[in-house]
């Protein structure tokens, strides 16, 4: 880690003064300080990243690597989160490392986390054990020149399987108000500038992810926010200023300097209102499976084989599991909302973050001897009490006496550009998982080949600022524009052109001829097209509704091939994740019936002999 590039992480100030080819091996005053606050500042970053770091692991990681650690916040945090592992906490500072140290052992965790002095242009892979499970670089890859070099060592450094966990700016910070609230211009100017030397967004991570041979399971942007107003907010921007003050004086008037220092003065004094906001991408990627020693003779046998590792089916694993069924949950590892904060109407988890609440459920089901496979299910074949399906990935293949398809929904959503990136943060689709969350707001609903008065009747009453964008739907009918009237709904006819975002937040939508109109919301309504290959592959027939496509089942899961049951919104795309869990009790239960029957009439067979 070179600090020239770490300061600026939330205030996004680069302190050109320190030579970028040194590895900086001396703080400048108070940086330690800045960096903890920082630290602080980022917790929710960290969690979520933390959080979709588990459920893309395959098994509990022993050996972690913390890339860049500065003074520990994450390696103590990644220590507390997996707590059989070791943390290996690399940097370029030795007195970051002692400030690594004294917080390991305050936090009574100091055997688990041990400190290598080592640059990461270098050759850190020395330092660490081979094959470890779990790579994370928080904002200190960015400034390293052979990029491709250094995402191959971690590449290298990981077991096939194991998860990469990369953090960076997704774009320029930026002040609110940009003058800092002085009204100079001058000022404001020379912000820009500072802000804009921060050339750390340029980088396609994603394109580097892959290039270097890596899967992206999931990918996250958030926002680190340092308030003024707040105590530490004020304290981490008032150390930032000082600290960068020179940078940001380069070529200014007295005058202006001046204004800068009362800038200063008043974070201190806790009368600034200023913000920051700078916003965060979070990758989470893998070195995939296909990488190791493969076993392609392993055959897993099993009573049941659950396609789908989402609420759906880990909840009938878990009915199976707790009936002494042999149960195999093969999971590709994409759930329908992970690009969600916090699910809710989840009783009892109310807003907690999809990935763990499939964590959870993970465990629960390993705890009542579910096995887990990390792939994805290419192909089923056999019949009735003799299916076998085959895995990418594990290079492993399940025959099993059951299948349950739990394998969810793809949700096709309207080609607009900007949907895709704010989808499932500001752009949504049901008012009753993110209603809540956007009551008042400027909320557009986007409708697509019918006037969605279904929609409009569900969030004007959220918010008395919704407006519906017909786009490419057909004019309403009388009877439809008298009740948009009466819902006091404004209809916009122009098409719309593109969502404008800041990073996946809603700002505006722009129309036809140009016009952008604000917005905080936009609801889509997407297609629900469940994953119906691999019935359809068995002979089974898809429905075709116009919602979109699903796997047709009897109340309780079961399809019309033999054998193979569906459940949660491969079967039900209205379903929430309650609804999917309990609908995979339910087929969980109905499975366990047809083998014990199954079994019942076996036996009676048998007697007879
Ligand atoms: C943006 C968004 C936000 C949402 N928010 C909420 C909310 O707040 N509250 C709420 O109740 N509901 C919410 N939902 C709905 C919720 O996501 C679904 O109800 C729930 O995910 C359905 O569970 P499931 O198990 O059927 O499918 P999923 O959760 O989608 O799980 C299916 C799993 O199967 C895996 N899979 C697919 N194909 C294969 C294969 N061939 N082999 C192996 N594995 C495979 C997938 O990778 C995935 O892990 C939201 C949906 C979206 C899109």
């Keep these: 880690m070179r600090a020239s590039e770490i300061l600026p992480t939330v205030a996004g100030m680069t302190s050109h003064h320190h030579p970028h080819d040194e590895p900086w091996h001396d703080l400048p005053e108070g940086f330690a300080d800045y960096l903890e606050l920082e630290a602080v500042l980022s917790a929710p970053v960290r969690t979520a990243a ?155 991570w994603t394109a580097l992810l892959e290039q270097a041979g890596f899967g992206i399971v999931d990918r996250h942007e958030h926002e680190v926010v340092a308030r003024a107003d707040s105590t530490e907010g004020a304290h981490y921007l008032g150390t930032a200023l000082r600290t960068q003050r020179e940078q940001f004086t380069q070529g200014m008037t007295d005058a202006d300097i001046a204004e800068l220092n009362a800038v200063i003065d008043a974070i201190e004094a806790g009368v600034s209102t200023i913000t920051v906001h700078s916003p965060r991408t979070v990758w989470i990627a893998t070195r995939p499976l296909t990488d190791a020693p493969t076993n392609p003779a392993e055959i897993i046998e099993a009573d049941v084989a659950v396609l789908g590792g989402g609420p759906a089916g880990l909840a009938a694993a878990i009915a199976l599991g707790r009936s002494r069924r042999k149960v195999v949950v093969i999971d590709a590892g994409q759930p329908r909302n992970a690009p969600a904060e916090g699910a809710h109407n989840v009783l009892g988890h109310e807003g907690i973050s999809p990935h763990e609440l499939l ?107 919704a407006a519906g964008f017909l786009h490419d739907a057909p004019d309403p009918t009388d009877d439809q524009w008298e009740q948009l009237r009466a819902l006091n709904v404004t209809v916009v006819r122009p098409r719309v052109q593109r969502l404008i975002l800041e990073g996946p937040q809603v700002r505006g939508i722009e129309i036809d001829g140009g016009t952008v109109l604000e917005a905080d919301a936009v609801i889509v309504t997407p297609r629900y097209n469940a994953r ?58 109905a499975v366990h019936g047809d083998l014990a029957f199954s079994g019942l009439q076996r036996a009676v067979d048998r007697a007879k002999l």
């Design 50 to 204: 933390l959080d979709r770091a588990a459920h893309a692991l395959d098994r509990a990681p022993s050996q972690i690597v913390d890339l860049g650690s500065g003074t520990g916040a994450d390696a103590i945090a990644l220590a507390r989160r997996f707590s059989h592992a070791r943390v290996h906490a690399l940097d370029v500072s030795a007195q970051l490392l002692e400030r690594v140290t004294t917080a390991a052992t305050a936090a009574g965790i100091s055997d688990r986390i041990e400190g290598h002095r080592a640059d990461l242009s270098g050759d850190w892979t020395a330092e660490i054990p081979s094959g470890v499970d779990l790579v994370w670089a928080a904002l200190t890859l960015h400034h390293i020149e052979d990029l491709d070099a250094v995402l191959e060592k971690v590449y290298a450094a990981l077991r096939p399987g194991g998860v990469f966990v990369l953090t960076e700016l997704a774009s320029e910070p930026r002040f609110q108000p940009a003058d800092l609230g002085t009204g100079s211009a001058r000022l404001q100017g020379r912000v820009t500038q500072v802000l804009a030397h921060n050339q750390h967004a340029d980088h396609d």
């Design 359 to 465: 964590v959870r459920g993970r465990a629960e089901a390993e705890s009542y001897g579910v096995r887990i496979v990390r792939g994805q299910a290419t192909e089923i074949s056999g019949a009735n009490d003799d299916f076998t399906v085959e895995v990418s990935g594990d290079a492993a293949r399940v025959h099993a006496r059951r299948i349950i398809l739990a394998t969810g929904l793809v949700d096709d959503l309207p080609d607009v550009p900007g949907v895709q990136t704010g989808w499932g943060h500001s752009v949504l689709h049901c008012a009753f998982c993110h209603g809540w969350e956007i009551r008042d707001q400027r909320i557009a609903i986007l409708t697509r080949d019918e006037v969605a008065v279904h929609h409009a009747m569900l969030f004007s009453h959220l918010s008395g600022q």
């Design 532 to 589: 119906t290959e691999l019935y359809e592959s068995l002979g089974g027939v898809a429905e075709t509704t116009p919602f979109g496509r699903q796997v047709p089942t009897d109340p309780r899961g079961m399809t019309e091939v033999p054998g193979i049951f569906a459940t949660g919104n491969a079967s039900q795309p209205m379903s929430m994740v309650v609804a999917s869990a309990a609908a995979g009790v339910t087929t969980g239960t």
